[in-house]
């Protein structure tokens, strides 16, 4: 008797994990603060794996996105960009944010892969830049992939 009341109590805790994991988590990548907005970079993890990539800008002041960039940047520093329009056909750029208010553009993780693979072969990092009407340019911090095509946020720092 307490066997099956062992067995049936492991079955329900698998099923709680199991819904657990089902579910979808954010997780953020980079936050960078700039007097205009909030620039958060972040991927949707469904069941284990990147689902999308989101760029959140929160305004602070009114603001207009003229556009979204991905400059990716080659082991030599040299620079290539990829406009959002070329990944997302529904982002119509100028954007206006209202103050206190947040701009989300989502990405289907795959197809964001494949365009910057196809884009540059020694790709070293990427980063996110947002031009502002203003002409001013806002960047997340620079990012990364692994070797099973992973984002992380690449280390800058020194180690002592």
């Known amino acids: 008797m307490i ?3 062992i067995v049936f109590l492991i079955l329900i805790i698998g099923v709680i994990i199991w819904q657990l994991s089902s579910n979808t988590h954010f997780l953020r990548l980079s936050h960078q ?5 909030s620039l958060s970079v972040l991927i949707a993890k469904k069941e284990r794996k990147i689902d999308e990539f989101i760029i959140r800008i ?4 009114n603001i207009v996105a003229d556009q979204i960039k991905f400059e ?3 082991s030599k520093r040299a620079f290539e960009y990829i406009l959002s329009n070329e990944i997302v056909d529904a982002l119509i750029f100028p954007h206006k944010i209202d103050k206190n ?12 892969k494949n365009i910057i693979n196809s884009k540059m072969s020694e790709l070293n990092s990427f980063r996110i830049v947002i031009e502002l009407q203003n002409k001013k340019v806002c960047k997340s911090h620079e990012l990364k992939f692994d ?3 992973k984002i992380y946020k690449a280390d800058t720092g020194r180690y002592n």
């Open 3 to 5: 066997a099956y009341i």
């Open 33 to 37: 603060e700039y007097p205009e907005l």
């Open 58 to 61: 929160y305004a602070k002041k």
């Open 72 to 74: 990716l940047i080659s």
């Open 101 to 112: 208010n947040t701009f989300e553009a989502k990405y289907a993780y795959d197809k964001l």
């Open 147 to 149: 070797k099973f095509w």
